[in-house]
């Protein structure tokens, strides 16, 4: 049996510059089941499982093993057993989503991915806002984010769309596909390549795996189209590393729909409304009434959208508050509501203050 050589699953010897430890074999994982793990090894595909001194030593839900990683294994065939995994390798990028329950524990939904494909349909799938809330939470995954519009035959005004996107989507791609037409997919052909591993995120329904089954030349995955209320069905139901016939490897993961916005990059997202903060007359400019506010300059101008400025707004108003329960999302609008007076305590003794001074 002939070695398979692990840079075709995206290995660059770089990532461990002291070289992989004695005993130890590397391996990337390809899917998980719970607490095991499809390794793909330089002997082929075998089952692992993490070393109880790995969890032991575990601090967060983040560090353990997810598909893309790659991983220390004390084997490099199973044979003899399941492969017990050591060591993470340190990951080149990662998706994270907050366990459910109240412990906001971190998960890693997929890791070591180079280009993330923002899925977005044309026709009852059309949302800008969704696109400004996915590109912020691949921007902070480290992954390049590229924007796909997907069902073009079904488009109506397919240039304004897609000139509304590219405002949208400063600093990332925007591709147009048809799942109608054998080449409609060849816009994507560009970004997989040998080694490389993509990720496909968006609405249920929007073409995700029909995109994939063209990639494969075959229809490996199930599909399903976006129902009429607009809230498409999930049809993945494992997280899975797949090889393509070309080169290169696509994860496909139902978890990619759930990420939250823990981790969210606003300032590439939203680069233009960040550069104009910088010129505005205050540093702490909300960018609603301030006198010398520059955004609100840029949308009295036409420069920006007021919408594109509530959804900035909105995203970080998530990103502070999303997994807390009501009465912690009370506690830190009363801290902010408080924030110009020294806190809520200081408000309370000066509004004593200003009691007895009436008396």
């Known amino acids: 049996m002939s070695l398979i050589n692990l840079s075709d699953y995206g290995w660059v010897s770089a990532w461990l510059p002291d070289g992989i430890p004695a005993n130890l074999y590397l391996g990337r994982v390809i899917t998980q089941s719970k607490d095991l793990y499809r390794v793909v090894s330089e ?13 032991f030593d575990v601090q967060l839900g983040s560090d353990y093993p997810a598909v893309g990683d790659f991983v220390l294994m004390d084997r490099d065939q199973d044979l003899e057993g399941h492969a017990i ?37 044309v026709n009852n799938d059309f949302n800008l806002r969704r696109v400004e809330r996915y590109l912020a939470i691949a921007w902070d995954s480290g992954a390049l984010p590229v924007v796909v519009l997907t069902k073009a035959d079904l488009a109506e005004d397919m240039e304004t769309k897609v000139s509304q996107v590219k405002t949208a989507a400063i600093g990332a791609d925007v591709l147009v596909t048809s799942s109608m037409s ?83 990059d606003l300032t590439r997202t939203f680069a233009e409304i960040d550069e104009l903060a910088f010129q505005c007359r205050f540093s702490d400019c909300t960018h609603q009434q301030e006198p010398g506010c520059a955004v609100q300059e840029a ?61």
């Open 43 to 55: 002997q082929g595909e075998l089952t692992a499982e993490v070393a109880g001194k790995f969890r």
């Open 182 to 264: 054998e080449d409609g997919y060849a816009s994507i052909l560009h970004y997989i390549k040998p080694g490389k591993t993509v990720a496909f995120i968006g609405s249920s329904g929007v073409g995700k795996s029909t995109l994939i089954n063209r990639l494969l030349g075959s229809e490996a995955l199930a599909t399903r189209e976006t129902r009429n209320d607009d809230k498409g069905r999930h049809t993945t139901t494992r997280r899975e590393l797949i090889r393509l016939p070309g080169g290169g490897m696509v994860i496909d993961t139902p978890g990619m729909r759930e990420i939250g916005l823990d981790s969210a």
């Open 85 to 121: 995994i050591h060591r993470v390798v340190p990951r080149r990028s990662a998706f994270i989503r907050r366990a459910a329950g109240r412990t906001q524990e971190e998960q890693i939904v997929a890791a070591n991915i180079d280009t993330v494909f923002i899925c977005m349909a």
């Open 299 to 359: 949308i009295s101008a036409g420069v920006v959208s007021p919408e594109r400025l509530e959804s900035y707004r909105r995203l970080k108003k998530e990103a502070r508050y999303e997994g807390l329960n009501s009465r912690e999302i009370e506690n830190v609008k009363i801290k902010e509501m408080f924030a110009g007076v020294g806190g809520y305590k200081n408000a309370r003794r000066l509004a004593k203050e200003k009691n007895k001074n009436k008396h």
